[in-house]
Every structure is written in C-alpha cells, then in structure tokens.
C-alpha cells in the first residue's frame, strides 16, 4: 500500500518561495504534484520519476517550479519561486504504480495525499 504525507503550505506574498514536502510510504513507478484552486479543475504541476529522475513539468509552471526527490528520505519536493497570485490552490501530492507515462494526468495516479494550501497575495 502507497501513502503519502504533504507538508510545507502556507502563505506568502507574491514572488516568494516555499517549498512542499512529501513524505512516501511503499514502492511507486513516480510520483506528482497536483492543484486545484476553488471552482477549478485539478491540474497537474509536475512528475518525477522514482528511477530515473525523469521529470515534467506544466507550462504554468515551468522555469519557477523544481521537483526532486531524496530516495533515502523516500521524499519528494516541490520547490515553488516567483510564486504568482494564480498559484493559490490546494496541492495534492500523488504516486502510481503503473509505470512512466511522462504526463500529468491526475487519471494516472491512484494514490494521493491530504492535501496542504498555497496561497500567494498580492
């Protein structure tokens, strides 16, 4: 069984940094970083794979976020710079056990986490 722990939320002003945090439990293929502001669709932000180390990213985000991943700590990051006020959602952490695809198709993953809030003011 797969679980996954977020952690790192918070607020901050637009053009800030934070950094997410996710804790992963059991054996993934790759693991991702979703978001779903109020009123919107989960969209997803960025993919890694356990492996290789192989990553995606979302246009939206390209450039100003970085996901890595500590194998030892069995952690994945997000790290988010020149955060926007449209960056405000809930981000989800994901894992599957399928395979890498290289998308971020939430449709993919069947593991997902709590959940941790990201807003960015202006």
């Known amino acids: 069984q797969v679980q996954l722990v977020e952690s790192g939320g918070g607020s901050v002003q637009a053009g800030g940094s934070l950094r997410l945090s996710c804790a992963v439990s059991?054996?993934?293929?790759?693991t991702g970083w979703f978001r779903q502001a109020p009123g919107k669709e989960r969209e997803g932000v960025a993919r890694?794979?356990?492996?290789?180390?192989?990553?995606v990213y979302a246009d939206s985000v390209k450039g100003r976020f970085t996901i890595s991943q500590d194998r030892a700590k069995k952690t994945v990051y997000l790290q988010m710079s020149s955060l926007k006020p449209e960056d405000t959602a809930m981000y989800y952490c994901?894992?599957?056990?399928?395979?890498?695809?290289?998308?971020?198709?939430?449709?993919?993953?069947?593991?997902w986490g709590q959940g941790t809030q990201v807003t960015v003011s202006s």
């Open positions: 994901a894992a599957e056990r399928s395979g890498w695809r290289g998308s971020l198709s939430a449709a993919e993953f069947g593991y």
């Open positions: 059991g054996y993934t293929y790759s």
């Open positions: 890694i794979s356990t492996i290789s180390g192989s990553t």
